[in-house]
């Protein structure tokens, strides 16, 4: 490269470099001055940020929390808003049978019996197996909520189901194949707790075999429902199929459309999940559904985003430590233009509906996709200065 050329690549580099520094510094001011802050206390929050929040909610049909999960401050966020707001549905990342199962069990057990068989099965209610998650369910439950899932059947979740199958059906056959599949399915479990190596019976061969027998049973239309149901979510793990796992979590959401359609909904899933646009993994997901519903019938869905800078988020998976929250994780280094702005320990609320209207007009430009995403599917973006992971609900 002869000099002269040198000095034009440098000089195209510093202008590239110069343009995105003002961007980020325009986009750092955007948040800064639409940022408001608030705090908790005792069992509610008090701050213009909470204003804001309970205001915007309060004038929206559904209210989407896109979340990180495995931490105790987001399902208090969660309960603070429901204690402001009254819900006739609550959707959530776990699939609909389970969902069921969970609160009838809320509903109809004693506190002892609830006590009992949360300690003989709470490790396999998913992300409600954490206490203030679980918390959440029965405070949902007691103001008559209902509580619906749309997802797919958890790794662990046949042993849930089974048991239930297994007490109601009137096939003696299948009566037992429930039970083996649920006792196998501990078994297994039990034994990746002590070894990753080894594989969750759901996806084994065994497992195909004995649910390949119940499809040749004479069943009820409930259980045959399930059955189904159980045989895609093992085809989903073991594809690994993304697309596929969305298009069950929107088909299971469009089954019911007529029972939740016009009501007052609250939606909380993963944040990859409920962006009113296109989602981070690069699909049409479950807030953009809600979004166009919404939309269609001259109503209006708010979706917000919230996620801890700092702190701890709790395992997957009972007995394994908490983990550090990763700074430089993809989503909070994209959010640095925007997190930057924050400063102590109160609770930051931003308001992402001017920076959109600077994006979409070209006064803002924006090279990363994630960042435009979060901006474009979300309302509110909430950040947490510090989070702290979750225990799980089983009583030792």
């Known amino acids: 490269m002869n000099r002269q050329n040198l000095i034009l690549s440098a000089f195209l580099f510093f202008a590239a470099t110069s343009t995105t520094f003002a961007q980020d510094s325009l986009l750092t001011s955007l948040a800064r001055n639409n940022m408001t802050t608030f705090v908790k206390q005792a069992d509610t929050f008090l701050g213009a940020g909470w204003e804001k929040i309970i205001k ?11 979340e990180d999960h495995f931490t105790n401050e987001i399902p208090y966020f969660t309960s603070a808003i429901v204690s402001k707001i009254k819900f006739e549905n609550f959707f959530c990342e776990i699939d609909p049978f389970t969902s069921e199962i ?52 958890l790794l662990i979740g046949d042993r849930i189901i089974c048991n239930e199958l297994e007490q109601t059906t009137r096939n003696k056959e299948a009566k037992y194949l429930y039970k083996l599949i649920a006792d196998s399915s501990k078994l297994y479990f039990d034994n990746f707790l002590k070894d990753q190596n080894k594989p969750f019976y759901l996806l084994t061969d065994d497992f195909a075999k004995n649910i390949d027998k119940l499809s040749l049973l004479k069943l009820s239309t409930q259980e045959t429902k399930i059955i189904e149901a159980i045989k895609l979510s093992a085809k989903i793990y073991k594809s690994q199929n993304h697309n596929l796992r969305i298009q069950l979590m929107k088909n299971q959401l469009m089954q019911t459309f007529g029972s939740w359609s016009g009501k007052r909904n609250l939606f909380k899933y993963g944040a990859n999940h409920l962006a009113g646009g296109e989602s981070f993994l690069e699909i049409y997901d479950l807030g ?40 430089n994780s993809s989503m909070l280094k994209c959010l640095k233009p925007i997190t930057r702005v924050i400063d102590g320990e109160q609770w930051s609320c931003f308001d992402l509906l001017p920076l ?16 435009q995403r979060v901006i474009k599917g979300y309302d509110l973006l909430v950040i947490i200065p510090k989070v702290t992971a979750s225990r799980f609900v089983k009583e030792k």
């Not at 959109?356 to 960042?371: A, Q, T």
């Open 102 to 153: 969970l609160q009838g069990k809320i509903k109809n057990l004693s506190p002892l019996a609830l006590r009992n068989y949360v300690n003989t099965y709470g490790n396999a209610f998913s992300f409600y197996a954490f206490a203030p998650e679980f918390e959440l369910l029965k405070q949902l439950s007691i103001s008559n909520t209902i509580i619906r899932g749309t997802d797919q059947i």
């Open 288 to 327: 953009n559904l809600v979004s166009n519903i919404n939309d269609a019938n001259f109503k209006s869905s708010l979706h917000i985003m919230i996620l801890g800078v700092s702190g701890t988020q709790a395992s997957p998976f009972e007995g394994f430590p908490a983990e550090n929250i990763n700074p």
């Open 356 to 371: 959109r209207k600077e994006l979409n007009e070209g006064r803002l430009k924006i090279s990363d996709i994630k960042m």
């Open 56 to 66: 915007k909610a309060t004038a929206s049909n559904d209210i989407l929390i896109g």
